[in-house]
């Protein structure tokens, strides 16, 4: 048998109401951060969030100053004439902010939406991709050698042209 506790159950309550009518800290909507996945390769950056039960249309991004964000929205609806006996699911606005290098180019961002997952494409920038740079060595031409740019490549290519 469980002992009543009245704090537990005024606890409880107030995470409902707060979940059911998208809850307030400090006077202002809380905002939810929905979880993420975040993986890079050659091409770039790839995130993942998911979003379950948010239509596409209630997705926004923008990617302004390196810094790329993304709000959802999803509302609750309880209907008329119908009592909710419990509100466990997440409700209101959910909202991510990820810092991007400036070696991947924001203007060329993509993204899928698909089953509640959000996928967001972020390509590295056309100086930021690895290309081949021929060395010349006592005026002939050498074995081609692949630079990274973010790694000094610029360097080592003005040296080579230079010498």
């Known amino acids: ?13 107030t995470q409902r109401m707060d979940r059911a009518f998208g809850g307030s800290v ?8 929905p979880p993420v996945d975040v993986h890079e390769d050659e091409q ?17 991004i923008e990617a302004e100053n390196q810094t790329l ?3 959802a929205k999803r509302t609750y609806n309880r209907g008329e004439g119908r009592t909710a006996h419990r509100v466990e699911r ?3 606005t959910f909202s991510r902010t990820f810092s991007v290098p400036a070696k991947y180019d924001l203007t060329k961002v993509e993204a899928d939406f698909d089953h509640g997952t959000l996928t967001l494409r972020v390509p590295r920038s056309e100086a930021a991709q690895k290309r081949t ?14 630079v990274d740019a973010e790694q000094g490549g610029t360097q ?4 080579a042209q230079q010498g």
């Open 69 to 71: 964000t993304v709000q």
């Open 90 to 92: 997440a409700y209101g």
């Open 133 to 146: 740079v021929q060395v010349r060595s006592g005026g002939q031409l050498s074995a081609p050698k692949t």
């Open 156 to 159: 080592q290519a003005e040296q």
């Open 26 to 33: 400090n006077g202002q909507l809380a905002r939810l951060a």
């Open 44 to 60: 770039g950056l790839e995130l993942t969030l998911d979003l379950p039960g948010v239509q596409p249309d209630d997705i926004q």
């Open 1 to 13: 048998m469980m002992r009543f506790d009245p704090f537990r159950e005024i606890e409880e309550l």
